[in-house]
Nanobody, 126 residues
Framework: QVQLVESGGELVQPGDSLRLSCTDS????????MAWFRQAPGKEREFVAA????????YYANSVSGRFTISRHNANNTMFLQMNSLEPEDTAVYYC???????????????????WGQGTQVTVSS
């Protein structure tokens, strides 16, 4: 049973913007901190951004800080990643993830996430 479903990935040019979405069909979405990770070809999966269960706090990787914005709409069980000023280095499969325990902080490491989506491909190329 697929619980997290990402959408919005596509081929864009450098400098373009893109918004990814992640919909959670599981229970109690509003109690769980969520995050985006990405994996580029030949590289390990890396953290991108996380948003606390309440939506009041967010945390970003240095590589995307100032360009990407994470948000969530708890009433619709949906999380978003607004990506601006995209660079070729942002090319990757983007995954959304849900923490294993409720009410966790946004700075917890990847081992604290136990539910993952199947990913959506983002390609930045001219």
């Amino acid at each position: 049973q697929v619980q997290l479903v990402e959408s919005g990935g596509e081929l864009v040019q450098p400098g373009d913007s893109l918004r990814l979405s992640c919909t959670d069909s599981g229970p109690s979405f509003s109690r769980y901190t969520m995050a985006w990770f990405r994996q580029a070809p030949g590289k390990e999966r890396e953290f991108v951004a996380a948003i606390e269960w309440s939506g009041r706090a967010a945390y970003y990787a240095n590589s995307v800080s100032g360009r990407f914005t994470i948000s969530r709409h708890n009433a619709n069980n949906t999380m978003f990643l607004q990506m601006n000023s995209l660079e070729p280095e942002d090319t990757a499969v983007y995954y959304c993830a849900k923490q294993s325990r409720p009410f966790g902080g946004s700075r917890l490491g990847p081992n604290n996430y136990n539910t993952w989506g199947q990913g959506t491909q983002v390609t930045v190329s001219s």
